[in-house]
C-alpha cells in the first residue's frame, strides 16, 4: 500500500441522493470503458469494494489485479461488432462474431437470431434514452440474457468466448449490477456510443474528462 485514501465505502454511497448517486454510476462508467477505449485495457474485477468516494467528490478505484491488455486489432472487432448491433445489421454482427472467435461453426447460427441474443444481453447499454437501473433489472435481463432460462441458451451453449473477451465480459457484468446496487440513472446508451463510435461527449462530466485528456 503507497497511499493512505480517505473517503467513503459503497454502502455510504447507495444511501446518497439520486444526483449524487447518477454521477458516481456515470464515474464508475467512464473510468472503466475509458481505461478499455484508451489504454486498451480491460479491468475485471469492479466490485462495489473497490469503490472509495472521496470528500472532493472524486471517486478513487481500488484494486487491479485483474487486468488484461487488449490487442487493438480485436478492441476494434468488439467496437465494430457493438456498433452492428446498436444499428441492427444482423449480417455484420455475424460476420464479427465469427472473425472475434465467439462462434466455432458459424453455419450452425443463424444471423438474426445473435443479433436478437446480443440485442437482449446488452439492452441496457445498446439503446439510448435515460434509463435508472436497480437490482430487479438487473435480475431480468441476467435471466433473459445469460440463463439457462433463456430462449437463446441453445446457441449460448454453442458459442465460445475468445480469451480476450473474457475479462470484457466480466467487466461490463459486475459493472451493471454495480449500476443496480446504486439504482443509477444516466442515458447509458448514450455514454456507451462515446466509447464505441468516438461520439461527442455527451454530458457535462464527458466534457471534464475530454478537456483533461486533451
Given at each position: ?7 467513503v465505502?459503497f454502502d455510504?454511497?447507495?444511501q446518497?441522493?439520486?444526483a449524487e448517486?447518477?454521477r ?6 467512464r473510468?472503466?470503458y ?14 462495489p469494494g ?5 470528500s ?11 487486468v488484461?491488455?487488449v ?5 476494434e472487432?468488439?467496437?465494430?461488432l457493438a456498433?452492428a448491433?446498436?444499428a441492427g445489421?444482423?449480417d455484420?454482427?455475424?460476420?464479427w462474431l ?5 462462434l466455432?461453426n ?6 438474426d437470431r445473435?443479433l ?6 446488452g439492452e ?5 434514452g435515460f434509463?435508472?437501473i436497480d437490482?430487479s433489472?438487473?435480475r431480468?435481463?441476467m ?5 439457462p432460462?433463456?430462449?437463446?441458451f441453445?446457441?449460448m ?5 475468445p480469451?480476450?473477451a ?5 467487466m461490463?457484468?459486475?459493472l451493471f449490477?454495480?449500476l ?9 446508451g448514450?455514454?456507451?456510443l462515446?466509447?464505441i463510435a468516438?461520439?461527442?461527449p455527451s ?8 478537456a483533461y485528456l486533451?
Open positions: 500500500v503507497s497511499e493512505f485514501v480517505e473517503g465505502g455510504a454511497v447507495k446518497l441522493p439520486e448517486r447518477d458516481f454510476g456515470e464515474i464508475a462508467f473510468f472503466f475509458g481505461l478499455l477505449e484508451r489504454e486498451h485495457i480491460a479491468a475485471g474485477d469492479p466490485h473497490n469503490y472509495i468516494l472521496c472532493d467528490g472524486k471517486v478513487c478505484f481500488l484494486d487491479f489485479g485483474l488484461r491488455h490487442d487493438d486489432d480485436y478492441l472487432g468488439e467496437q465494430a456498433r448491433v446498436i445489421d444482423a455484420s454482427v455475424h460476420e465469427s472473425t472475434l472467435g465467439f466455432p458459424p453455419d450452425d447460427f443463424d444471423p445473435v436478437e441474443q446480443l440485442q437482449i444481453a441496457w447499454y445498446f439503446t439510448t434509463r435508472r437490482p433489472y438487473v431480468q435481463q435471466e433473459v440474457g445469460s440463463s432460462r433463456s430462449e437463446h441453445d446457441y451453449r454453442k458459442q465460445t468466448l480469451p480476450q473474457l475479462l470484457i465480459r466480466r461490463e457484468g459486475l449490477s454495480v443496480g446496487e446504486l439504482r443509477a440513472g444516466g442515458d447509458w448514450r455514454l456507451a462515446e466509447y468516438d461520439t461527442p454530458t457535462p462530466l464527458g466534457e471534464l474528462e475530454a486533451a
